[in-house]
Structures are given as structure tokens and as C-alpha cells.
């Protein structure tokens, strides 16, 4: 009874996070309208993640420096991210992780980039279906693990299917869909952009947990401090996603010298503040994801276009096309919202950690 009362607190808790995570998302189409960002998609991307490395970096230090207290975690922090040997052994799959991540972190610059052929609302429907496949990838990633996360029923995946509606009749509803023969192609294209960008964001998300995974119990299995594994494991995932975004914005600005793409100095400047902006949401739905053991609560994710579309509301100028879906598909994702992060009857017991017993909060 106790691990049930345990585990519908953290869902709770989860839910607060991840919703208050969405009010950082949704500024994603604001931003990268008011400063210009879809003018050079790779040279924006790359100050998004100078900022966004500076915040996760800062995060990690100010919160979680004492996880890294004990020397033998430091040298497996940093060695494994090196690729480096620790005790003769190179962990390639570690490697590949965070060169996926570092892949991953192209995401912004396919969005920014969808937004020269297709309105950023609609960017945005396309971008947010990352959930979806991010639940998928990490939910098979997590059964090789043992029940770290309750599998992910059909009912759930409905619910995702429902938000995802809810969220498309929003933006259908405010922009409408007048596609001529004209932009067909360009919009296509637009939307094919788009869909990358949640692949590519999906990716970015799902491999720093199995990472950071490894590298907590690496650390616990070789040092004498005892350290408390939950902090010790949410250090590494932030300290992971701050060494992937360093990481890939040399790669940006390669890209974007390359194909003769110009940013002005304030238009970097205000990507770089962009980026910092988004930490909060970033470690908070980092921070959702390991408290509860349903995956569900990304769900509120689907509601960053909506949001969104008051802030574009608020500072653009923006038409309501249909005020009927608009409604209709706020109402859908809300409900869907509901029934998908509602407490879990058959939660009885404790979920366990893969090999160490009983999770610590």
C-alpha cells in the first residue's frame, strides 16, 4: 500500500514538472519567429545549444556537484564521455549513445528550417509528435531492464493518438489547410523537415536515459561513497545533454559557413538567450520521466502547440480560421490529457531498479 501511495506522489509530482515543462517548450514557434531564426536554420541551431550547454552545465554544478564528489565518479564521468578507456575497457555503446545525441541535437535546425516553407504552427503539430516515439523507444529500451517503467498498454497508446488528433484539429482549426499547386511541393517538403526534426528530437531525448543508466551504475559499482544513486543519475543525464550540445555546435557552424548562411550577431545573441530559456523545461521533463514509471505524463507535451498558439497569439498576429476545431481540439487534448495521467489502479507495489532493489526519491 505504501509503495502504491509512494508511486502515485511521484506521478503527481511528475505531472507538475512535465506541465510545467510545456510552458517552456511552447515558446519554441515565438521564438524562432520574433528573432529571425528561420533566416539561417544551422547558425540559429548552433547558438540554441551554446546556451542551452552554458544552462544544463551551470544546472549540474550549482545542483548536483555533490553527486560528482567522489574522484573515481568524476574519471568515469569523463572518461566514458571522452571515449576513453576506464580499467582497460572502451564502452562503444556508450559512445554510440552520445554521438546519437549529439545527432539528435539537430532538431531546432530542421524545425527553424520547416518554417521557411510551412507556417511555424504547423511545424509544430509535426515537430510534437516525437512522444509517440520517444515512449515507443524508450519503453523497448526499458524492457531489456525490468520493469523500470509500467509497459505501455494499448489504452495509453490511444490516448497518444487522441492528443495528437486534439492537437492537429488546433492548428488545422487556426490556420486552416489551403494547400494550391503553387506551394504543394514546398509545403511537402516543409512537412517532411518537420517530421525529421521529431525523429531527430525523439532520438535526442530517449538515448541520454540508458547512458546516464549505465554510467550510475558503473559509478556505484566502483566507489566506496554511497552515493545517492537518483541524484547521482539525474547529474549524469544533465552533464550527458550539456556535453552532446557542446559537441554538435562546431558541426552547425560547419553547416551553415558551408551553404553560405549569414546571422547577424543580435539574431546568435538572441538564439544563445533562446537557448538558455529552454533549460528549465528541458531538465524539468528529464526530471519527469525518471520519478514516475509511467510514461504517459509526455503526453502533456502535446499541449505545447496550444500553448504555443497563445503566445503567437499574444506577440504576432495570427487568423483563426475554424474557432469550432480550435476549441474542439483544445477539449481533446485536455481530456486526453485526463485519462492518460490518471493514478493507475493495479499500481500495488514498488517497481523495482533493474539489479539494485527498491528505488530511492
Same mark, same amino acid.
Given at each position: 500500500?505504501?509503495?502504491?501511495?509512494? +508511486?502515485?506522489?511521484?506521478?503527481?509530482?511528475?505531472?507538475?514538472? +512535465?506541465?510545467?515543462?510545456?510552458?517552456?517548450?511552447?515558446?519554441?514557434?515565438?521564438?524562432?519567429?520574433? =528573432?529571425?531564426?528561420?533566416?539561417?536554420?544551422? /547558425?540559429?541551431?548552433?547558438?540554441?545549444?551554446?546556451?542551452?550547454?552554458?544552462? /544544463?552545465?551551470? &544546472?549540474? #554544478?550549482?545542483?548536483?556537484?555533490?553527486?560528482?564528489?567522489?574522484?573515481? &565518479?568524476?574519471?568515469?564521468?569523463?572518461?566514458?564521455?571522452?571515449?576513453?578507456?576506464?580499467?582497460?575497457?572502451?564502452?562503444? $555503446? /556508450?559512445? @554510440? #549513445? #552520445?554521438?546519437?545525441?549529439?545527432?539528435?541535437?539537430? &532538431?531546432?535546425?530542421?524545425?527553424?528550417?520547416?518554417?521557411?516553407?510551412?507556417?511555424?504552427?504547423?511545424?509544430?503539430?509535426?515537430?510534437?509528435?516525437?512522444?509517440?516515439?520517444?515512449?515507443?523507444?524508450?519503453?523497448?529500451? *526499458?524492457?531489456?531492464?525490468?520493469?523500470?517503467?509500467?509497459?505501455?498498454? @494499448?489504452?495509453?497508446?490511444?490516448?497518444?493518438?487522441?492528443?495528437?488528433?486534439?492537437?492537429?484539429?488546433?492548428?488545422?482549426?487556426?490556420?486552416?489547410?489551403?494547400?494550391?499547386?503553387?506551394?504543394?511541393?514546398?509545403?511537402?517538403?516543409?512537412?517532411?523537415?518537420?517530421?525529421?526534426?521529431?525523429?531527430?528530437? !525523439?532520438?535526442?531525448? &530517449?538515448?541520454?536515459?540508458?547512458?546516464?543508466?549505465?554510467?550510475?551504475?558503473?559509478?556505484?559499482?566502483?566507489?566506496? !561513497?554511497? %552515493?545517492?544513486?537518483?541524484?547521482?543519475?539525474?547529474?549524469?543525464?544533465?552533464?550527458?545533454?550539456?556535453?552532446?550540445?557542446?559537441?554538435?555546435?562546431?558541426?552547425? /557552424?560547419?553547416?551553415?559557413?558551408?551553404?553560405?548562411?549569414?546571422? =547577424?550577431?543580435?539574431?546568435?545573441?538572441?538564439?544563445? !538567450?533562446?537557448?538558455?530559456?529552454?533549460?528549465?523545461?528541458?531538465?524539468?521533463?528529464?526530471?519527469?520521466?525518471?520519478?514516475?514509471?509511467?510514461?504517459?505524463?509526455?503526453?502533456?507535451?502535446?499541449?505545447?502547440?496550444?500553448?504555443?498558439?497563445?503566445?503567437? @497569439?499574444?506577440?504576432?498576429?495570427?487568423?483563426?480560421?475554424?474557432?469550432?476545431?480550435?476549441?474542439?481540439?483544445?477539449?481533446?487534448?485536455?481530456?486526453?490529457?485526463?485519462?492518460?495521467?490518471? %493514478?493507475?489502479?493495479?499500481? $500495488?507495489?514498488?517497481?523495482?531498479?533493474? *539489479?539494485?532493489?527498491?528505488?530511492?526519491?
Amino acid at each position: 500500500m505504501d509503495g502504491h501511495i509512494g +508511486m502515485n506522489k511521484r506521478h503527481r509530482q511528475a505531472v507538475a514538472l +512535465m506541465a510545467t515543462a510545456v510552458m517552456f517548450f511552447s515558446t519554441n514557434a515565438l521564438f524562432i519567429k520574433l =528573432t529571425l531564426g528561420d533566416n539561417d536554420a544551422f /547558425l540559429y541551431n548552433a547558438g540554441i545549444w551554446v546556451g542551452m550547454s552554458l544552462g /544544463l552545465g551551470g &544546472a549540474s #554544478l550549482l545542483f548536483y556537484r555533490p553527486a560528482f564528489a567522489d574522484p573515481t &565518479a568524476r574519471r568515469v564521468l569523463y572518461r566514458r564521455v571522452a571515449g576513453l578507456k576506464t580499467d582497460g575497457v572502451r564502452r562503444w $555503446d /556508450l559512445i @554510440g #549513445l #552520445l554521438w546519437l545525441g549529439v545527432v539528435g541535437r539537430f &532538431a531546432v535546425a530542421f524545425f527553424a528550417w520547416a518554417t521557411q516553407y510551412v507556417e511555424a504552427a504547423t511545424v509544430s503539430v509535426l515537430h510534437y509528435t516525437w512522444p509517440v516515439i520517444f515512449i515507443l523507444g524508450l519503453s523497448r529500451w *526499458d524492457r531489456s531492464k525490468r520493469r523500470r517503467y509500467r509497459r505501455v498498454t @494499448g489504452f495509453s497508446w490511444t490516448g497518444l493518438g487522441l492528443a495528437f488528433v486534439g492537437m492537429a484539429a488546433v492548428v488545422i482549426g487556426t490556420l486552416g489547410f489551403d494547400l494550391t499547386e503553387a506551394d504543394l511541393l514546398e509545403r511537402v517538403f516543409g512537412m517532411v523537415l518537420a517530421v525529421i526534426s521529431a525523429l531527430l528530437l !525523439a532520438c535526442n531525448t &530517449a538515448v541520454g536515459y540508458p547512458m546516464s543508466e549505465s554510467l550510475t551504475s558503473e559509478i556505484t559499482g566502483k566507489t566506496d !561513497a554511497h %552515493p545517492d544513486e537518483h541524484r547521482l543519475e539525474f547529474g549524469c543525464l544533465l552533464f550527458v545533454g550539456c556535453v552532446s550540445g557542446l559537441l554538435v555546435v562546431v558541426p552547425n /557552424l560547419l553547416i551553415g559557413w558551408v551553404v553560405g548562411g549569414h546571422i =547577424t550577431p543580435a539574431t546568435f545573441g538572441w538564439a544563445v !538567450a533562446v537557448g538558455f530559456t529552454f533549460v528549465p523545461g528541458g531538465v524539468l521533463a528529464r526530471k519527469a520521466v525518471l520519478i514516475t514509471p509511467d510514461l504517459g505524463v509526455n503526453a502533456l507535451i502535446y499541449a505545447s502547440p496550444v500553448v504555443g498558439l497563445l503566445w503567437l @497569439g499574444l506577440f504576432t498576429d495570427i487568423i483563426v480560421a475554424r474557432l469550432d476545431l480550435l476549441v474542439a481540439g483544445s477539449l481533446l487534448v485536455a481530456v486526453a490529457n485526463v485519462l492518460l495521467n490518471r %493514478p493507475s489502479a493495479g499500481a $500495488d507495489q514498488e517497481l523495482l531498479r533493474p *539489479d539494485r532493489g527498491p528505488r530511492r526519491t
